[in-house]
């Protein structure tokens, strides 16, 4: 796979506040996977690539490991510097995928979370090949909503692939397991947790406009999207909150 557009780490320059709100987080469990998989422990040094705003950066600050956040868009950069710069392991770094500017053999484990599809494949491997100390994993990792698991959940697809810009061209489903395989060595393994959001309307928008694909005000999609969110909402809202499921993936693998 190919970057999407010309320059995708630009596509969220414009989502910093929202990102940082409404994107969720990790389940609990991926670390003590990790521990199982390939025996992180505080010791291991891990280059988070495509860091974004920290999310998965801070789940492994907060257990005590040290941790390049490699992230080339400056605004989502600035914002993991601001949450995570208390953490004495933080290291920030203005890289990318293909280029991350970190030594040869310098980490345990490389991590994507919420990125992988947004890279070019074969530099990527070449780079994170590099990076790696002999013995090193990659771990990707998405969070997956399930699409068709509730009535909400089928309303809410529906809107993004009605109101969605580009939506059906850039969701990371489109990394399936064939393209994996041809970026890990064999035996790669892939594990699944669940997770969720609980949300009330201002969380479920703020969640909306941090993707990518979601018309901001002021173009002529924002308006016909909010009105039928709101509508799903009220049409499906238990209490005041909707609940968006996910499905947690994790691959893990030499490369």
């Known amino acids: 796979m190919t970057p999407r557009t010309?320059?995708?780490?630009?596509r969220f320059s414009s989502r910093v506040a929202d990102y940082v709100r409404y994107r969720?987080?990790?389940p609990p469990g991926v670390l003590d996977l990790l521990r199982r998989e390939i025996g992180l422990t505080k010791a291991t040094v891990v280059a988070d690539v495509g860091a974004g705003t920290g999310i998965a950066t801070a789940m492994f600050l907060r257990q005590g490991n040290r941790v390049f956040a490699v992230e080339?868009?400056?605004?989502m950069r600035t914002?993991?510097?601001?949450?995570?710069?208390?953490?004495p392991g933080f290291r920030s770094v203005a890289g990318r995928a293909e280029a991350t500017t970190l030594p040869n053999g310098s980490v345990d484990c490389v991590l994507a979370a919420q990125a992988f599809h947004w890279f070019d494949p074969a530099k990527t491997r070449t780079e994170f090949r590099r990076i790696l100390r002999p013995g090193g994993r990659v771990v990707l990792l998405w969070n997956r909503r399930l699409k068709e698991s509730t009535p909400f959940l089928r309303a809410y697809e529906a809107l993004l692939e009605t109101h969605g810009v580009d939506y059906t061209r850039v969701r990371h489903e489109r990394i399936d397991d064939r393209a994996l395989a041809r970026f890990f060595a064999p035996g790669f393994r892939r594990h699944a947790l669940p997770h969720a959001q609980v949300l009330d309307f201002r969380s479920l928008k703020g969640r909306l406009l941090s993707s990518s694909y979601a018309p901001l005000a002021g173009?002529?999609?924002?308006?016909?999207?909010?009105a039928e969110l709101r509508r799903i909402f009220r049409e499906h809202q238990a209490h005041g909150r909707v609940r968006l499921e996910y499905e947690t993936v994790i691959y893990v693998g030499h490369i």
């Not at 010309?6 to 630009?10: F, S, V, Y």
């Not at 914002?79 to 953490?87: Q, S, Y």
């Not at 173009?219 to 909010?226: C, E, I, K, L, T």
């Open 219 to 226: 173009h002529r999609g924002h308006a016909p999207m909010m």
């Open 72 to 75: 080339p868009n400056r605004a």
């Open 24 to 26: 969720p987080d990790y």
């Open 79 to 87: 914002a993991a510097e601001r949450r995570l710069r208390a953490f």
């Open 6 to 10: 010309p320059d995708p780490t630009q």
